[in-house]
């Protein structure tokens, strides 16, 4: 099952779509823990603590992960702070004050964005010198989706 995070343009309705993979209820452990990041994702607790704290170990959970979501714990993570960044910043706030909110400095971020995305996060702030009072974002939906297609066929090849 996916969770999708959306984001809509200001003024507009043109969306952005991160998908995130979450669990499908069958394992409550793993359901705490998916949860747990996704309300509180500027936390940085290690793996081991988020096993320790529901109750598995981490081998097990790293398991779960795995084959459930289909991806490790670090790299679902990053997911999701994907999905909350580019919903932020399509919303208008900034891309220091969304990066401090997910436990990020403000160069760390970008660097991460830039190489999770294939492009800057204030590519989907909006636009403050446009003439329309809207403020529309600078990255189309097509060209956010033809972005992480790009830097995810990139990333399969390596």
Same mark, same amino acid.
């Given at each position: ?31 705490? %823990? ?6 509180? &994702? ?11 704290s ?5 081998? =097990?959970?790293?398991? %779960?992960?795995?084959? =459930? %979501? ?37 160069s ?10 294939? =492009?800057? &996060? ?8 446009? &003439?329309? &009072? ?11 989706? =033809? ?12």
């Amino acid at each position: 099952m996916a969770y999708r995070l959306v984001a809509l343009e200001p003024g507009h309705a043109a969306r952005y779509s991160q998908r995130v993979p979450l669990p499908d209820k069958s394992d409550r452990r793993l359901d705490v %823990l998916c949860r747990a990041v996704i309300e509180n &994702p500027s936390i940085d607790i290690s793996f081991e603590q988020h096993a320790a704290s529901v109750g598995a170990s981490v081998r =097990t959970l790293a398991r %779960l992960f795995s084959q =459930t %979501l289909g991806l490790g714990f670090a790299e679902w993570r990053r997911q999701v702070q994907l999905a909350i960044a580019v919903s932020k910043l399509a919303e208008g706030h900034s891309v220091s004050a969304v990066a401090r909110a997910l436990g990020y400095r403000p160069s760390s971020f970008s660097d991460m964005f830039r190489r999770a995305l294939g =492009t800057s &996060p204030s590519d989907f702030s909006p636009d403050i010198r446009s &003439p329309n &009072p809207s403020r529309r974002c600078r990255v189309s939906g097509a060209e956010m989706r =033809t972005r992480q297609q790009s830097v995810h066929n990139s990333k399969a090849d390596v």
